[in-house]
Nanobody, 122 residues
Framework: QVQLVESGGGLVQAGGSLRLSCAAS????????MGWYRQAPGKQRELIAS???????GYADTVKGRFTISRDNAKNTVYLQMNNLKPEDTAVYYC????????????????WGQGTQGTVST
C-alpha cells in the first residue's frame, strides 16, 4: 500500500501562486505515475495534472498553462506549482499514484487522504 501526505495549501488572492507538495511512502516501488486532483464544493474530484516516472506530463484544460507538475523520484515526492490562480481554483487538492498515467483515473494505489485546501479570493 502507498501512503500520501499533501501539504502547501493556503489562502491567496486572485493572480497569486501556491506550491503544493506530496510525499509518498510505503510500497513506492509500484509507483510509475503520480497525479494531482482537486475537489471543489459540490463537485466530483477530478484529475488535473499527471506525470510519469520519465517526466511525461498531462494537464486538464482548466489548468493548462497555469499549473506545472514536477516530481523528485529519489524523494518519492510530487509538486504542483500553481500560478495565476483564479477563484474557481478554490478546492481541496489531493495527490495519488498509479502504475501508469492512465490508471490515475480509476486505479490509484493509495488511500485518499485529507488533502490540502487551496482558497483563492477575489
Amino acid at each position: 500500500q502507498v501512503q500520501l501526505v499533501e501539504s502547501g495549501g493556503g489562502l491567496v488572492q486572485a493572480g497569486g501562486s501556491l506550491r503544493l507538495s506530496c510525499a509518498a511512502s510505503g510500497s513506492t516501488f509500484s509507483i510509475n505515475a503520480m497525479g494531482w486532483y482537486r475537489q471543489a464544493p459540490g463537485k466530483q474530484r477530478e484529475l488535473i495534472a499527471s506525470i510519469s516516472s520519465g517526466g511525461i506530463t498531462g494537464y486538464a484544460d482548466t489548468v493548462k498553462g497555469r499549473f506545472t507538475i514536477s516530481r523528485d523520484n529519489a524523494k518519492n515526492t510530487v509538486y504542483l506549482q500553481m500560478n495565476n490562480l483564479k477563484p474557481e481554483d478554490t478546492a481541496v487538492y489531493y495527490c495519488n499514484a498509479a502504475s501508469s498515467r492512465v490508471r490515475l483515473v480509476a486505479a490509484v494505489l493509495g488511500d485518499w487522504g485529507q488533502g490540502t485546501q487551496g482558497t483563492v479570493s477575489t
